[in-house]
């Protein structure tokens, strides 16, 4: 029967001397080294190519709300798919730290540094998760040298490519990656003894808000380790319970909220069915394995050698080393779990909320198990040569390797064979960051020469505001048009210039939608509240407008119908769900009857629909009204327009719908309707009124706040209120 042990024996490379640490510690010094040298690129101030320019926009946006003092998971988001309530439907915990750091220094060079730093510095949370795991210290610095070295088929997962410039930029998913890895060690301790309860619920609750995909592999060892010692099964198993029980309550703030609003987050129609949501499946994910490509892609697998020989090793130790085998069964867990949909299918549902995560992104915990595998693997070689060049010394010689001299001398040479083990990992990295490199700098010189001609279009834009502007579609014209390798509908974001085009980005009803805008109807631009287009200087834009002016390759033209208010028909009733919005409104969205300011009112989600304001289309003469004058302030969720009415109409806001938008007409409040694609109106009848839209976001976070403060108190007090009551028990026992 298998009991607690120890996690490894103890390598002799580990006497008592102070000075034992300074051999594993320069290990990962040197770790930490090579990614502040190598990263330092990131920390140049150029627009970003990929999913970063919106994470730097949520820090902007929340230091704004903060310095104003708004809450940002309470206000809305503007900038992207007609808007949305981003801080509540995405892990916007990153943005707010960030943010609140933002309101006393710049925004974007928090950004900057927050990514340099928090990417170069991993391997000290590696080290950290791996001595809380009870390995030594050789095998934790082993596996931090190890980890800045990842590099995979899919670049998603724990590795250079996922964060920085040319790669995916995914932010947020680093932040948790310094949580994870404490999450896992602290649980471990925890399902030992509660003592260390309060630091195992708080890395889990952190690991949920910073990234919501993480978060689920955060609670994954609550599921699996208790099984790992089935001598102590049921105290395990309850240790498990209470700690998944308190994590939940104290993520509470984040995953209610998320839970209760999730009918207006629409899903990913596009990428929807593919291996970035469903996963790679079995036959990829193994092929990738077993040739080095999880690890190690495009070259010698190094890395990938190092975990199996740390899967290896564990497996031959299964009944002496507890720690291996919480390692063994989290990384086949894991390994699992990304096969996703693809090879399970249905049987999938039992993860819950699973449609609406990527599930690729599960990589990570087959990476973050690899290298701590990968620790124990390195060190388990080096004592095999190291014992094995010890037998080649005369005898008067090995007595000298346990001296301190000798230790040092062979420390040394450990931390040098490690590094030469690693050659083929750092010598390809160290291409690809001089790639990152490379174009950081072409970016940068591109801006200096672009920049001035496209900033004066925008200024104009600011000073004359008249709704969003369209530069064109990932899957049009727009992709090729740049200012340096940035689409322009990329670097208006990073303008904070509200803007259609830079789809797929949020979860608001309008991103599927969004992506099937279509350029050439010239009824979608008001609807999407479109009221410049900037297009190249070879280029007319493909609806008729007015040019304003150009500025270098740039040209700037304005709409005939600009604005974010219309006064619209509605006519009928388009039926969709969040899961097929974008889909169902595609054939709204080429229809000619926008021109004539008529729409449909949505039966969403399987609920009746708003009365359509005109039973009979054909009867109608002329436009149903027009706006006299329009305010908006989207950035703090209002807007409002004076509009004259020739018949009972629909006022339209092109927002994204939610139910935290409210409406009065004339100073009385109104209810507010779902218009197709998925915006927000409000009808009136005929004549002249005044429309406010005010958003007022998600109201229950106090009390979610208070429980999440409650549980993290009381699991801080209970060690000392248990002992105190043991303490009394034994006294009363004494006393009798």
């Known amino acids: 029967m298998l009991e607690e042990a120890p996690a490894e024996p103890v390598t002799p490379l580990e006497p008592a001397a102070p000075g034992a640490r300074i051999g594993p510690w320069t290990l990962v010094a040197l770790a930490v080294a090579w990614g502040l040298w190598e990263l330092r690129p990131e920390l140049r101030a150029v627009p970003y190519l990929d999913d970063s320019s919106l994470h730097q926009q949520m820090v902007r946006v929340a230091a704004s709300r903060i310095r104003q003092g708004h809450l940002p998971l309470t206000s809305w988001f503007p900038y992207l798919g007609l808007g949305s309530p981003q801080f509540l439907h995405y892990q916007s915990l990153p943005s707010m730290i960030a943010g609140t750091i933002g309101t006393v220094v710049d925004p974007d060079t928090v950004f900057r540094w927050s990514l340099y730093l928090l990417l170069a510095l991993w391997p000290l949370a590696v080290y950290w998760s791996a001595r809380l795991f009870g ?140 291996g970035l949501e469903n996963g790679y499946g079995a036959r990829q994910m193994l092929s990738w394995l077993f040739t080095g490509q999880l690890y190690d892609e495009g070259r010698w697998a190094v890395v990938t050698v190092l975990v199996a020989v740390g899967l290896g090793v564990s497996l031959w130790r299964w009944r002496s080393s507890l720690a291996g085998r919480a390692l063994v069964s989290i990384w086949v867990v894991t390994l699992l779990m990304t096969f996703g949909r693809t ?163 949020t979860a608001s009803l309008m991103t599927d939608p969004e992506y099937s805008f279509d350029e050439t109807n010239p009824g979608d631009y008001p609807l999407f509240g479109i009221g410049y287009v900037i297009v190249p200087e070879s280029m007319v834009p493909p609806v008729p407008a007015d040019k304003v002016t150009c500025s270098g390759s740039y040209c700037l033209w304005t709409l005939p119908d600009p604005g974010y208010i219309h006064v619209y028909d509605t006519t009928g009733v388009l039926h969709a769900t969040r899961a097929d919005v974008g889909s169902q409104s595609e054939a709204l969205l080429g229809s000619p009857i926008l021109e004539d300011q008529r729409d449909l009112t949505v039966a969403f989600n399987g609920q009746a629909a708003a009365e359509p304001t005109a039973r009979d289309a054909a009867a109608l003469q002329g436009p149903p009204g027009h706006v006299v004058v329009e305010h908006a302030d989207l950035e703090n969720g209002t807007a409002s327009a004076a509009v004259e009415t020739n018949r009972r109409a629909t006022v339209v806001l092109s927002a994204s719908y939610d139910p935290g938008w409210s409406a009065t007409v004339d100073g009385h409040p109104a209810p507010t309707v779902m218009v197709a694609p998925a915006l927000v109106g409000v009808v009136v009848g005929p004549g002249v009124h005044t429309v406010t839209f005010s958003y007022g976001g998600y109201g229950s976070y106090v009390p979610l706040f208070v429980l999440a403060l409650a549980v993290l108190v009381a699991l801080a007090v209970a060690p000392f209120v248990w002992r105190r009551v043991r303490r009394a028990g034994t006294a009363g026992n004494a006393d009798s």
């Open 135 to 274: 390995l030594s210290r050789w095998t934790a610095a082993a596996a931090a040298a190890v980890s800045p070295f990842l590099m995979s088929a899919a670049g998603i997962g724990y590795e250079t490519k996922a964060y920085v410039w040319v790669g995916y930029g995914v932010w947020t998913q680093l932040w948790a990656s310094w949580t994870l890895p404490l999450a896992w060690g602290f649980t471990y301790r925890a399902l030992r003894s509660l003592r260390g309860a309060l630091p195992a619920v708080l890395f889990i609750m952190l690991t949920v808000a910073l990234h919501y995909e993480t978060g689920y592999l955060a609670f994954v060892p609550l599921v699996v380790w208790p099984f790992l010692v089935p001598s102590d099964l049921w105290r395990r198993l309850a240790r498990a319970a209470v700690l998944g029980a308190a994590a939940v309550a104290a993520s509470a703030w984040v995953i209610v909220p998320l839970l209760d609003q999730s009918h207006w987050a629409a899903r990913n129609q596009v990428l929807g069915g593919t």
């Open 343 to 505: 090879t399970f299918g249905s049987l999938y549902a039992i993860v819950p909320g699973s449609s609406d995560i990527f599930i690729r992104r599960f990589q990570m915990g087959v990476q973050l198990s690899g290298v701590l595998l990968a620790g124990i693997g390195a060190v388990f070689v080096g004592r095999l040569v190291l014992d094995a060049a010890v037998r080649l010394l005369p005898e008067d010689r090995r007595r000298s390797v346990s001296s301190p001299a000798g230790r040092g001398m062979v420390a040394a040479l450990c931390i040098v064979g490690l590094v030469v083990v690693l050659a083929p990992a750092w010598s390809s990295l160290d291409s690809y960051d001089a790639h990152n490199a490379t174009n950081v700098g072409l970016q940068a010189q591109a801006d200096a020469q672009q920049d001035p001609h496209i900033d004066e279009l925008l200024a104009y834009v600011r000073a004359h505001p008249r709704g969003r502007v369209y530069a064109g579609l990932p899957t049009n014209w727009g992709a090729d048009f740049v200012v340096g390798a940035v689409p322009v509908f990329k670097y208006l974001e990073s303008k904070d210039i509200d803007e259609v085009g830079y789809t797929l980005r």
